[in-house]
């Protein structure tokens, strides 16, 4: 028998090192205002400073927080500024932040009812509760045939629904032979890449899945759907999947739920509704119009982790009826049969996703609905989409920039008046500067800035200093 | 403009919080071996606990600490007890909780090199560190054509290698018309069930997913595989894809990879090696012969989230080529594009794997290997190996009992003499009892135990009074 020690730290060695790394963080929260949001590293810098093997006998953590300090902490983009307004936001928050780490020093494995019977309950529970938060149908709870989970992204959200739809449309049979050579999704021009990534991984490849036109606000042409699908019926094919945006990754465009909905229950085709960022804001009741038809939906996903508060990876994925779902990815072999799943009564959420194994993430969740509570999560929802508010009117009063669209909740597309290259270059000088950090995307063949107002802590001085800089450069 | 305030938790509430939290986690490891391992509570326990709705006002931590001992502890499955042998093990360590600690309160999206350089750096430099701790082939490493990422799990793992070989089976077209319907894959009777899962979601159907028997020891008999890859090509059909494994879950059975990897070589398919648990053992220069072989492979992945004290979800996965996998996953909308992408000279990551956003996992797998440093994880594994083995001796010694393979590495495959139903309600009234928790397989129809060694803090009187107890029912 080795009699060799392994190196645990301590108890009062992880206690100590603990209490130090949350002062840290709290700390490196307090200053990340000041830091350059984009890092001012080469590619290959990190790894210039890191020894080219690891060490033989182990080091004591305030080397290695030492190191995260002087070597990591220059190499990071802060998603936690509040002056970053690139993309979408990717909200991290104390309770969310004490909820990951509950779940790491718990190390539970949530496979199945029985490998975590809390992680799964607790999970079923909360997304139950986020369906009367946002007034999502009914028939996305868990009493019922339906009921959510928690995958890492809306991309997984949408391959499931996918291989869900695609099994209910293939008679149950694409598990087993493989995916059909007739079937033809849909989207829009404007819906997000991983539909994409989708319909490759589910063997349907890009080219069965159809870029429906947009209309001047890039919302999807329902009118273009229903020809299209009309189209691929006359051509001998199956229509059976659409995927409608609330909210695009490029100009926050919501498709018309109400007349897709429609149309999909009328020619049988699954309707998958992507509300990644924008679905939070149904919190609040003047803004559930937004998900006006979901009522027809087969599926829904939205994202806490970027504008919930809710430390990435939580997205929260909602179907009517979960049978197809679970057909399309169940496994059983014999070392996970138990009685708990033989009896029906429990939900085993590894048929629900493409890993087998999970992390308890509903701990996140939970921390931060009863930290907040809803009117707090609503307050901090209505701050963000009246500070965008502001900025779109700086904007219309500047005769020098112009909006590309309106204004969708907390997202302003806005250009310079003058060449791509003018805006181009515009983009380069205000995240070279460090003081924020903006993306783009083209609208029309116009290079647009995007502006989206969602990280934790952006306050109108933030909003403000920004639209100062963007006017000063 | 909304002026109600959103009640963040200050700074020094989130200090008060987080150092609580962290004394909690210290005392829950503490007590953790006297707590029942597997939780007394039915379906519905946990959940007829919560409200049925989130609270309209914030709560103060103290009250969701409380429910976190009152509700959620007694629910848990103690995957972190020194008294938990079943499944693999899912170890977490005290540098692993830092690390997903300091990841959760950094908030980063690794999806690009750009949006989080440190996060893309570090990952390929650890990967590339661990392709030489475990002595892989160095095309494993990211200096050349190949490199490392990690994964969720290693279901993920294996369906990324399986799109990959598609891609490269269907001359780069699978991504773009859908899976071809030729295509055939192999593994073994004893693969784990995610290849199953892989070949449903990649459009491939498990019917042309091929399960090759099996030796003695369990292991894919590679003639068998030969003769099915010439049927195969005979009827025409195109062989692609081989799922090895390193330790198959049922009972740590290792697949002959040089013959395997020699075969797949002169049939040109691509040769994905599962050692999700068992790869961890190549830490230790004895236990390297486990890999030989693998310079033929295409891919591998092994879980340090298993048995190499690197809390879930950790799984690092290699190519020796990434062109396929890239091609087969990249996306790039026009609100992904920048320079340092369009340059070539950095790693995104998005185009490895399912999701498009990533959190920081690296951090914990470098806090954990400079923690420990090689010696100490040698020593980490050798002692479980080393406990095994007496444990195996000890069912050697007694004639109640037999093994029913011998030991593989932390493994122990064993049954009472008597029927199937004796043995499983002696499984039964062991993990009934709370003072342990085994899992089983069932093994050429025989019921049996799997008793792995593998928790963090498991020592050898945790394994003596196992076998006591089960001796004693």
């Known amino acids: 028998m080795s009699d060799q020690r392994v190196p645990h730290m301590s ?62 902490l220059p190499g990071l983009m802060h998603w936690q500024s509040p002056n970053f307004f690139g993309y979408f936001p990717a909200n991290a928050s104390p309770p969310a932040i004490l909820g990951e780490l509950v779940s790491a020093g718990l190390g539970q494995q949530g496979m199945l009812w029985l490998t975590s019977p809390a992680c799964t309950e607790l999970e079923s529970h ?177 994202n806490p982790h970027k504008w919930l508060l809710t430390n990435f990876d939580c997205d929260c994925f909602f179907v009517a009826d979960r049978e197809p779902l679970i057909r399309a990815l169940t496994v059983l072999p014999e070392y996970l049969r138990n009685e708990a799943s033989a009896s029906g009564a429990i939900i085993d959420y590894r048929d629900w996703q493409i890993p087998l194994g999970r992390r308890f993430r509903a701990l996140k969740l939970w921390f931060v609905l009863r930290s907040y509570g809803v009117e707090g999560l609503q307050a901090f929802i209505r701050r963000h989409v009246a500070l965008a508010a502001e900025f779109e009117q700086w904007v219309k009063d500047d005769a020098t920039f112009e909006l590309v669209v309106p204004r969708s909740l907390n997202l302003v597309c806005f250009r310079k008046r003058g060449t791509n290259a003018d805006n181009e270059a515009l983009l380069k000088r205000l995240n070279d500067s460090g003081r924020v950090f903006l993306s783009h995307t083209v609208i029309r063949g116009q290079y647009t800035l995007r502006f989206c107002v969602g990280q934790t802590y952006t306050e109108r001085a933030h909003v403000e200093a920004a639209w100062a800089l963007i006017r000063s450069l």
């Open 11 to 72: 108890a009062e060695e992880f206690r100590r090192a603990g209490h130090a790394l949350v002062d840290w963080l709290a700390d490196y929260q307090a200053r990340v205002a000041e830091l350059p949001v984009k890092p001012r590293v080469a590619p290959g810098d990190i790894r210039a400073q890191l020894p080219p093997a690891a060490p033989a006998q182990g080091e004591s953590f305030d080397l290695i927080l030492a190191d995260l300090e002087r070597i990591v």
């Open 126 to 302: 909360v997304l139950d509760w986020l369906v009367d938060l946002l007034a999502l149908p009914q028939r996305f709870k868990s009493g019922g045939p339906g009921g959510g989970v928690i995958q890492d992204t809306a991309s997984s959200a949408t391959l499931c629904a996918l291989l869900a739809a695609r099994e209910r449309a293939s008679a149950y049979t694409a598990r087993e032979q493989g995916t059909p050579s007739t079937l033809v999704a849909y989207c829009s021009q404007e819906t997000h890449s991983s539909m994409d990534k989708a319909a490759s991984i589910a063997g349907l490849g890009r080219a069965r899945l159809r870029k429906i036109g947009t209309d001047a606000r890039l919302a999807m042409d329902a009118a273009a759907l229903a020809a299209a699908i009309a189209d691929d019926r006359a051509a001998g094919l199956t229509p059976f999947f659409v995927c409608a945006s609330v909210g695009t990754t490029s100009s926050l465009a919501v498709d018309p739920l109400p007349a897709i909905a429609d149309l999909c229950q009328r020619e049988g085709l699954w309707l998958h509704v992507d509300g990644a960022m924008a679905g939070s804001a149904a919190l609040c009741p003047e803004y559930r119009y937004l998900h006006a038809g979901l009522e027809g939906a087969d599926s829904y996903c939205f």
